[in-house]
């Protein structure tokens, strides 16, 4: 299998006044096409960071970061946001939807940006909100709101899916669904879409291919899943 | 801790706080500044009537004996009365002089302010002059005057420089809306060095001081009784330096009345939204405050203080600074042509009333905001403010808004949101475009106040003023050279049912020389079979067409009457007009008083049976040079209009963009080039523009057409006219404000730090 992320002695300080803080510190890492990965690690280790870093939200401070054998860490912003928007899917704990816009229109908002065709109502349809379509987001719950989010992220099909604490301010039958529709994701295009959940709850690497635990900044551990479970399969 | 906050709360929304702080500031700046200059005015010229003992009461006549001053001496109510002696004549110092000279026997009323030299004396030797007239022509103490009067001359020492308080105003015809000080000026002798002896004087004023102004009008009626030979008595309401000057305060009254309340109006506006926004922003942590057991009494204080305090250092700070640079640089213009001593602001209890007022309102809305917040459960505070359904949210997925994009679907969402927001957004943009173009218009009007008055209604090159009794051979002399085409005025009463008013007749034998004009502008022909009257004195006295009104010349008894048959526009003179014929046609003698040409006089020096020469070029020069002093006060209110623009604005600019930024840091997310995001935010902001230069543009023109046709003093009757020009500086003017500010926010999309902004769902 194809690396499809390469991080090469990535270092992330931020500075507060005179302080550095360094949150990722010389971190080196692969992962493979299609896999689904779990990033565990307790508050402030530096797992969104990581996340943020892959994504080309922000930029490293020293190291390479290579993305689909492209190497992202000099690109400079037009670039980062040209490659997010054809590459990337965010999923945030909060759901970052546009207030003033109906559920198909924040969907079909990656229109505005993406050459591919991109289908907003088959999107929300897999997601099981065909029902709500031109509502506004404040009219939805939270699962319905994170469904959206979900939706427009996987309605472009990126290569890489990546999911800040998705299931973070759901309850736990909602994040079960939550969960089966990014496991989804990874495994319906024949192992060519990547999943990356950043996540505090154990249980999740019971079903990913790969676990990486990271720990003050650093790669603590990474392990590689022989026979995930389905998300159906573990006992929550 | 809590101060803490406070300082926080103020770095992090500098700009809010440099807005309340600004709009405060410029409102009461500008407010402050003008109402110290209209109090000054007022002020400074009723001290220096008191001070100076400027007459109550005015008596014109031909021969005013002693007997006659010892009458009105003994009339009840009179503390004292003075004679004299006024002729005009020429200084051969100064090139095309026109001098009013004046014999004095004593000096007690309308005393001389002495700027130099000695004061008045009646048996000292020598001239006293007007300093601004010896200003202006280089002129000391000491320096000899070669007076010409009634074709004689003698020399005389300049002994003082002098300002008199009956002479503030004192242009040397009403041609000259605006003295220069040039070629025309008074000076005062004693009656000792009158040229043909003091016991020839022959006085033709007599001046009344009154012990109290309740008193006048009847003392009027006893000077009436027991002189007979009284041709006017007037007051100081009818006396054109007072009246004026007057004038000139109710003027600006009106206009910076207009402009300091707009400005006032727009600025509380913009910090009432500001400040609202800005507690409604820190709904969270008056919900974390709540949770933690802080009072409501506490809060709402917290919150309140901040108004309080910033709106408090802007108010004092306006009120100091507005007089000293907007307040004193006027007074000091507008003593360039009115003689005055001095004039300094004034501040009175009225502006810090205003401005304890504005900060009174700032507190207020700061505390009625944060108590709508605290009246909520703390619980429901911490949670994220929805948007509010229904209205606001519009479906735009049927009919044409199903073909709109993204972004105007989204901006038009957004106006609904924040319809408080974009409502001020116009008014601000607006009110800024409305003032460019009225400032403009005023300069427009007055520029064709020139063309009106001085090529339109002035068809002659050069006026004769005649001597008062010139004899028929010097009349002969100059018709004959200079062509028979001349106008009396008469001084009448006139009466309409029981109303009476003091006005005069132009009697036009002028030959087209002297043109008139009708409602549109247009020229009128005069026709001989009645009276015409200005507009603005037909709609001041109540007159219509076709009426009768009935009048007598002053100091004769015999009445007559007449139909009025027209109305005539005038800028700057409201009374009657008819024809010689006319005239004729009633029986009464024409004697005429000026002589029109356009015969090249600018070599005759002297000429027999005339009190002065008149240049249309050079009274052109002057109202032109006047209106120089003008634009500088229309570049301040233009330049004050920007600022008002810009910082409008900007700080709704930077409202929206605050509110939004989570919403454009996801759109980053999403793949957004800053480009197309900047894109989508100035649309509205276009929008908006749009909107506002369209009601600006109207606006400004009623501006400029309410200050020239309602809000002038009653013999002021200008057309306000705006050039396409002066409409095209407004709003391109506001466009270019307008999109500086835009491309500056959209630069600030690019400092959007996307991973920390979304970490905080606003
Ligand atoms: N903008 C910033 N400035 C300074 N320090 C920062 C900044 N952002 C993050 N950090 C620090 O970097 C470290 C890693 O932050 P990061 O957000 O990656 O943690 P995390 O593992 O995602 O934690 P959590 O599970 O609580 O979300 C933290 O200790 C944090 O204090
Ligand atoms: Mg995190």
């Known amino acids: 299998m ?41 508050s402030g280790a530096g797992k969104s960071t990581l996340l943020n870093l892959i994504g080309g939200m922000d930029s490293v401070t020293s190291g390479k970061i290579i993305i689909d054998g492209k190497d992202i860490s000099d690109y400079n912003e037009q670039q980062l946001t040209d490659f997010r928007a054809e590459n990337i899917g965010f999923i945030f704990q909060f759901y970052n939807i546009l207030p003033t816009l109906t559920v198909i229109e924040n969907v079909e908002l990656v229109k505005e940006v993406v050459k591919k065709q991109v289908d907003a109502k088959k999107a929300l349809e897999s ?110 | 801790m809590l101060k803490k906050k406070v300082f926080r709360d103020i770095k992090f929304n500098k700009s809010q706080f440099v807005t309340i702080f600004l709009m405060v500031f410029l409102g009461v700046f500008i407010y402050s500044g003008i109402s110290s200059y209209m109090d000054g005015m007022k002020n400074g010229a009723q001290k220096y009537y008191d001070e100076n003992n400027l007459q109550d009461v005015w008596v014109v006549g031909s021969n005013f004996t002693k007997e006659d001053l010892e009458q009105i001496r003994e009339l009840d109510n009179v503390n004292a009365a003075e004679r004299k002696l006024t002729v005009m004549g020429s200084i ?126 009847e003392t009027k009626l006893n000077i009436e009784n027991v002189l007979e030979n009284a041709v006017a008595i007037t007051d100081r309401t009818h006396d054109l330096s007072v009246k004026r000057f007057e004038d000139e305060i109710e003027e600006g009254n009106t206009y910076t009345g207009v402009f300091s309340g707009i400005f006032l109006f727009i600025a509380m506006l913009s910090v009432v939204t500001t400040m609202n926004r800005l507690v409604r922003k820190q709904r969270g942590e008056i919900g974390i405050l709540k949770a933690l057991g802080f009072r409501n009494k506490k809060i709402a204080l917290l919150y309140v203080s901040y108004g309080f305090w910033i709106s408090l250092c802007a108010g004092i700070l306006g009120v100091i600074l507005g007089p000293i640079i907007v307040g004193q640089i006027f007074l000091n213009m507008i003593l360039t042509y009115y003689e005055m001593p001095e004039l300094l602001v004034v501040v009175t209890w009225k502006t810090w009333l205003v401005s304890a007022l504005i900060i009174g309102v700032v507190s207020i809305v700061t505390y009625l905001s944060c108590r709508n917040e605290l009246k909520e459960k703390a619980i429901y505070l911490l949670k994220i403010e929805e948007p509010k359904t229904g209205k606001t949210n519009v479906s735009l997925d049927k009919g044409i808004f199903k073909k709109f994009g993204f972004s105007t679907k989204w901006n038009i969402r957004d106006i609904m949101r924040s319809r408080i927001r974009t409502i001020m957004g116009v008014i601000g943009v607006t009110s800024c475009c409305a003032l460019i173009i009225c400032a403009f218009g005023i300069l427009n009007t007055l520029n064709d106040y020139i063309d009106w008055q001085l090529k339109d209604l002035y068809n002659f090159e050069y006026r004769i003023a005649l001597e008062e009794g010139y004899t028929d051979k010097s009349f002969n002399d100059i ?64 007159l219509k067409v076709g009426d009768t009104v009935t009048w007598h010349i002053l ?84 330049f004050a209009a920007i600022i008002l623009g810009i910082v409008i604005v900007y700080n709704l600019g ?8 989570y919403q454009f840091a996801t759109l980053k997310v999403l793949g957004f080039q800053t480009k197309k995001i900047g894109k989508i935010f100035i649309k509205q902001n276009i ?11 109207p606006l400004g023109y009623y501006m400029a057409y309410f200050i020239f046709r309602m809000a002038m003093a009653d013999d002021i009757d200008m057309m306000a006219k705006v050039n396409v020009s002066s409409y095209l500086y407004g709003i391109v003017g506001t466009i270019v404000v307008s999109f500086i500010v835009n491309y500056i926010l959209s630069r600030k999309i690019k400092t959007i730090n996307m991973v920390e902004s979304l970490k905080a769902n606003e």
């Not at chain 2, 022509?137 to 308080?165: A, C, M």
């Not at chain 2, 106008?487 to 009697?507: A, G, H, M, P």
Request: with cysteine; proline share 2%.
């Open chain 1, 2 to 42: 194809r690396d499809i992320i390469e991080l090469n002695t990535v270092s992330k300080i931020y500075k507060t006044g005179e302080k550095e803080y360094r949150a990722l510190d010389n971190v080196s890492l692969k992962i493979s096409k299609g896999e689904f990965v779990v990033i565990l690690g307790p």
């Open chain 1, 127 to 236: 997601v099981g909100l065909e029902e709500h379509l031109n509502k506004f987001p404040n009219q939805l719950s939270g699962g319905e709101q994170q469904r959206v989010s979900i939706a427009r992220a996987i309605s472009k099909n990126p290569k890489i899916l990546l999911c800040d604490e998705p299931t973070g301010a759901l309850d736990s039958k909602t994040g079960i669904e939550v969960l089966k529709l990014l496991k989804m994701q990874c495994s319906k295009s024949s192992g060519e879409n990547t999943v990356i959940v950043v996540t505090h709850n154990a249980l999740f690497a019971e079903i990913a291919d790969t676990v990486i635990r990271v720990k003050n900044g650093r790669i603590e551990s990474v392990t590689q899943n022989q026979n995930p479970k389905m998300v159906d399969e573990v006992t929550w």
């Open chain 2, 92 to 217: 051969d110092n100064i090139k095309d002089s026109t001098a009013q000279i004046n014999f004095i026997e004593s000096n007690d009323i309308s005393k001389f302010h002495v700027i130099d030299g000695i004061k008045f004396d009646k048996n000292e030797q020598g001239v006293w002059i007007d300093s601004y007239w010896a200003e202006n022509n280089n002129l000391k103490v000491g320096d000899t005057l070669t007076i010409r009067y009634n074709e004689k001359t003698f020399d005389q020492k300049i002994v003082g420089i002098i300002l008199s308080p009956d002479h503030v105003y004192d242009p040397k015809s009403e041609a000259e809306l605006f003295p220069t000080h040039m070629d025309y000026g008074f000076i005062y002798l004693s009656v000792n060095e009158f040229v043909f002896g003091a016991e020839n004087a022959i006085y033709n004023y007599i001046l009344v001081d009154i012990d109290n102004v309740k008193n006048i009008d």
């Open chain 2, 479 to 542: 018709v004959s050279s200079y062509g028979n085409n001349t106008s009396q005025t008469l001084n009448i009463e006139f009466k309409k049912e029981d109303k009476k008013e003091i006005n005069t007749i132009t009697v036009d034998d002028a030959n087209g020389l002297l043109r008139y004009t009708d409602e549109n502008r247009n020229f009128l022909e005069l026709e001989n079979n009645g009276i015409y009257v200005t507009r603005k004195l037909a709609e001041t006295s109540d």
């Open chain 2, 555 to 638: 100091g004769s008894d015999t009445w007559y009457s007449s139909q009025i048959i027209g109305f005539n526009t005038n800028p700057q003179n409201q009374n009657i007009t008819m024809t010689k014929k006319y005239l004729d046609s009633m029986g009464i003698e024409y004697n005429p008083d000026k002589v029109y040409t356009n015969t090249d006089l600018s070599n005759i020096k002297e000429l027999s049976g005339t009190e002065a020469i008149q240049n249309r070029e050079s009274i052109i020069d002057g109202v032109e040079s006047m209106l120089e002093t003008m634009k500088t006060m229309v570049i301040m209110i233009i």
């Open chain 2, 654 to 661: 930077i409202l929206s963009f605050v509110e939004k930024t």
């Open chain 2, 687 to 697: 929008w908006i523009t749009f909107i506002a230069v369209l009601l600006g543009a």
